[in-house]
């Protein structure tokens, strides 16, 4: 089982900021798209941003200009930092690890923006 590890969730107020980090193991990491998607009360998972091993990054427009996706090889984790927070980005946040054969979830974190 392979097991991704979220941390940095919380509770902001509108237009500040949080980190989430996501660990993976080594094996996995490196060959791996690490991607970010939320998911809101009563809506669909949806794709956050995205990052390939060889660093090309993807983001919904929802949060161009706003998020940032990178990713630290040496020490297998993936960062979202999320600035200019609102409250429509209240979600659980998910990482992924995926590749063209497997694809392993995380478990979640909590971001809840308040107005």
């Known amino acids: 089982q392979v097991q991704l590890v979220e941390s940095g969730g919380g509770l902001v107020q509108a237009g500040g900021s949080l980190r989430l980090s996501c660990a993976a193991p080594e094996n996995i990491f490196s060959i791996s798209t690490m991607g970010w998607y939320r998911q809101a009360p009563g809506k669909q998972r949806e794709l956050v941003a995205v990052?390939?091993?060889?660093?090309?990054?993807n983001y919904a427009d929802s949060v161009k200009g706003r998020f940032a996706i990178s990713r630290d090889n040496a020490k297998n984790t993936v960062y979202l930092q999320m600035n200019s927070l609102k409250p429509e980005d209240t979600a659980v946040y998910y990482c992924k690890a995926s590749g063209s054969l497997w694809g392993y979830w995380g478990q979640g974190t909590q971001v809840t923006v308040s107005s």
């Open positions: 990052i390939t091993s060889g660093g090309s990054r």
